[in-house]
């Protein structure tokens, strides 16, 4: 069995993929202990005949699965993760890096404590230092933080409130390590078909985890790529619903899995605040403006769902308290729509760590 499984949606991005590929089977941990499964989204680019040249060199550690049509990145990781014979699981983003010593401390630390997830950091590395470098800077390896790790068990209701709440835990999948028999046991998938699609995996990860262990380590480099997903978004406006069917979906979980009756105060806060927020946050921070009907059904929704999220301690103790429940009690029209952002907008900066 390889310790660790990568998985690595590929869509256009042939400019960056031999630096990320490259960052990989140069681990410290050994390529051999590595399995690459490298899902070809339909590339227009190259990236496909990349990808093969890679397979061709390191065919006992590197899986590439050829999709004839673009599935986005979420389908991507549900199929390839069928394919995942991994101890552990990770997954990175075509146009990112890990710094070398990366999965061997990750595996080593999985290994030393148990927990099903382990999480690090990620240093954002901007296009013109990386034009400046070149590919030479995957072999920098400055992870130092000074801060110590954090190991969390996770025993009841307030420990979980700590994971979700105190900033040792995020909503993206690319910046942990899981072990490959908990992501089977809980059946975690990704939202198909759209681009806000993580939290569907990653929020019922953290409501199920029982030890997650946070490695205060600068491990990953996240490009800062003006072709990213929000530079694209901003010209598709058919995607600003993307995020409140990811997090109906992870409703339908709560509700399925019985999180909504166990831990009904976390689920009740998880959602109102990512549902309502992220929707409106997220879009606006990629050019996408919601107009007053879609502003009244994110309300109606909430109020729906959860008619006494007013009494919710874990919402009423978030600083930003005050201005979510005016924005979510706030009647919009095209005459007051810019006051509405602007409200927004100072809500965004209060937000912090409240995720």
């Known amino acids: 069995m390889k310790k660790i499984s990568i998985i690595i949606p590929v869509y256009n991005t042939a400019q960056y993929i031999n630096r990320c590929v490259l960052s990989l089977v140069r681990q410290s941990i050994g390529v051999d202990a590595l399995e690459l499964i490298m899902i070809n989204d339909a590339s227009t ?40 014979t991994g101890e552990y699981i990770a997954y990175l983003d075509s146009d990112d890096w890990l710094v070398p010593q990366a999965l061997e401390l990750l595996y080593d630390k999985a290994a030393e404590t148990g927990a099903e997830i382990v ?33 969390l068990d996770i025993r009841d209701i307030t420990d979980r409130i700590v994971l979700f709440f105190s900033g040792i835990s995020q909503r993206g999948c690319w910046d942990k390590l899981y072990k490959r028999d908990f992501v089977l046991k809980h059946d975690l998938k990704y939202t198909e078909g759209i681009f806000d699609e993580e939290s569907l995996f990653t929020i019922p990860a953290l409501m199920h985890v029982k030890r997650y262990y946070l490695m205060n380590r600068y491990l990953h480099r996240y490009s800062d790529n003006p072709m990213g997903t929000c530079s694209n978004l901003s010209q598709k406006q058919e995607h600003i619903h993307d995020n409140e069917i990811t997090w109906m979906q992870v409703y339908d979980v709560f509700r399925r899995e019985g999180m909504l009756k166990r831990e009904p105060e976390l689920a009740e806060a998880l959602f109102v605040h990512n549902y309502f927020n992220r929707s409106l946050m997220n879009n606006d921070a990629c050019g996408l403006i919601y ?31 005050p201005y979510m429940e005016e924005l979510l009690d706030m009647k919009t029209d095209e005459g007051n729509i810019r006051e509405f952002y602007g409200k927004l907008r100072e809500w965004e900066s209060m937000v912090g760590n409240e995720v």
């Open 45 to 84: 680019d190259g990236s496909r005949e990349y990808l093969f040249a890679w397979e061709k060199e390191f065919p006992e550690s590197i899986c590439v699965i050829d999709l004839e049509e673009n599935v986005k990145q979420g389908a991507a990781r549900n199929l390839a993760l069928r394919y995942a």
């Open 119 to 151: 999480a690090f950091l990620s240093k954002d590395i901007s296009i013109e230092e990386q034009e400046q470098k070149g590919e030479g800077i995957i072999l920098e390896a400055d992870i130092e933080s000074g801060m110590e790790d954090v190991c």
């Open 291 to 321: 107009d007053p009907d879609g502003i009244r059904h994110l309300q109606r929704t909430v109020k729906r769902l959860f008619p006494h999220y007013r009494d919710n301690p874990i919402l009423i103790n978030m600083r930003s308290w």
